[in-house]
């Protein structure tokens, strides 16, 4: 991919996690990796968003909140699982109130596991997520 | 009577980095209660000991928060060593000094920014981070996590830094730190806009910071002197420091309270690297843990009590946590009575809440 047919808004919501994930997140969006060069920029509006970033496992509580954001959000869309938790559950999974990674109740395109994940994983799984969100745009545009 | 409206703040806000949902019961522009819902982040940690062997649950309560892992690895393996009467070797517990108060300065700038975020001050935010990305370096450096570590183990530590590196590399490095962070304090302590919003912002009084038992900062702002380090407990026994205090009980006061705390916690780390002793790391383990005891640590966000039980086999049969955001809600809420709901957001910060510590 040479560059970016658009600047990608992200959208960050913590499942489950432990918080290591989330500042690493946060982290991305600091001076030293600055993602907002590439445009990518951090918004709290579901409706705004392209690619929605999940950090930690899924539980009992957080389910309907991950369900209805993801719901709210408009195609096309990308998931992108963050850090061992999101794609799997961790050891976490073995805990009464954690039912497993994200894709249990919503499709993930790219995993980035990690724990916890590093800057560069988490750029670089967002970086994927934009070829697929070009090949859902495709797809979805009338021939 | 003004009329009662109800706003619901979180569990997914924009300010907010980790889910928490408050009520706020409003009278116009003013917040008359706060009723919180909590349960979000809830993992069920606490049982994982009955699944697993006591020496892996220093991984776990690693991951009960991801800001202070270090800290929380330290807490659980003291109350396992002093159950089983295992004497950790100094270098390991000037070690373990030396990583915690690394974490407690990272764990500082990191709420610096986002309280400086909080107010809308941008800028700030991002210079914060800046300066916390060169505290991280040495983390990756030692331990080869930058938020997880994994070093702390029951008898020591798994890994060891050369005194060459430390004395010489680690030492201009945190020279550096504090040069790059005295520029940021400076603004945090006397520029106009953040004593304008801080100050006599969510007011705790030294009355109520005792009586609802604040814990931290949150409570050393309030004019009481409590820091669980007092308690010297592993390397602190040896390390010289007075806990910090402020007299002003507003926001403001334990904003001073974290930023003079990470140079304290630089001074301590010079300590550290001038009196480490050399030695082994770590001790063998033998038998099973049989008995139990409370361990008290001081997390940069306050007092964390670790309870551990065991019953002569290798599951422990009973693990709790009493994290310091859990100690610090009730405070939260009556400093939330009456205040503006633009402020709202700034006073939530200001107890520098770490929701998946409360909720594990
Ligand atoms: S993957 Fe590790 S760092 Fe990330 S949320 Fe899970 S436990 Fe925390």
Known sequence: MGYFAKSPWLLHYDGSSCNGCDIEVLACLMPKYDVERFGIINTGNPKHADVFLITGGINTQNIDVVKNIYNQMGEPKVVVAVGTCATSGHFFSECYNIIGGVDKVIPVDVYAPGCAAKPEMIIDAVVKGLGILEEKKKKMSPK | ?360
């Open chain 2, 1 to 360: 009577m003004a009329k009662r409206t109800v706003i619901p703040f979180g569990p997914h806000h924009p300010v907010l980095p980790e889910p928490v949902h408050l009520d706020l019961v409003l009278e116009d522009e003013t917040v008359v209660e706060a009723i919180p819902n909590v349960g979000f982040i809830h993992r069920g940690l606490e049982m994982l000991c009955k699944k697993k062997p006591f020496q892996d649950i220093v991984l776990v309560a690693e991951r009960i928060c991801g800001i202070c892992s270090m800290i929380h690895g330290v807490g659980f393996s003291q109350g396992v060593e002093k159950v089983m009467d295992i004497d950790v070797p100094p270098r390991a517990e000037y070690l373990r000094a030396f990583w915690g108060e690394l974490s407690r300065v990272h764990s500082h700038i990191l709420w610096l920014g986002l309280a400086a975020d909080a107010i809308g001050f941008e800028s700030l935010f991002m210079h914060s981070w800046r300066v916390r990305e060169m505290v991280l370096d040495i983390f990756e450096e030692t331990t080869g996590g930058r938020v997880i570590f994994d070093v702390c183990k029951i008898g020591g530590v798994r890994k060891d830094i050369e005194n060459e590196i430390l004395k010489n590399r680690f030492s201009q490095q945190i020279d550096k730190i504090e040069e790059e962070y005295s520029k940021l304090a400076k603004v945090f302590t006397e520029d106009y806009t953040v004593c304008h919003r801080w100050s006599n912002v969510g007011v705790l009084t030294k009355e109520d910071a005792h009586k609802l038992g604040a814990v931290g900062p949150t409570v050393r702002g309030s004019g009481i002197s409590q820091d669980m380090r007092t308690l010297k407990y592993g390397a602190y026994e040896h390390l010289d420091f007075e806990p910090v205090v402020e007299n002003s009980c507003d926001c403001y006061a334990r904003t001073v309270v974290r930023v003079k705390e990470v140079f304290q916690s630089i001074d301590l780390m010079r300590q550290v690297i001038s009196k480490i002793p050399d030695g082994e790391v770590e001790t063998k383990v033998k038998g099973t843990p049989k008995g139990e005891y409370f361990s008290r640590v001081e997390q940069p966000r306050g007092e964390v009590v670790y309870y551990v039980k065991g019953d002569g086999t290798k599951n422990l049969d009973r693990f709790r946590v009493r994290t310091p955001t859990f100690a610090n809600i009730p405070p939260l809420l009556q400093m939330l009575g009456g205040c503006d709901l633009a402020d709202v957001p700034a006073i939530v910060i200001s107890i520098d809440p770490c929701i998946s510590c409360t909720e594990r």
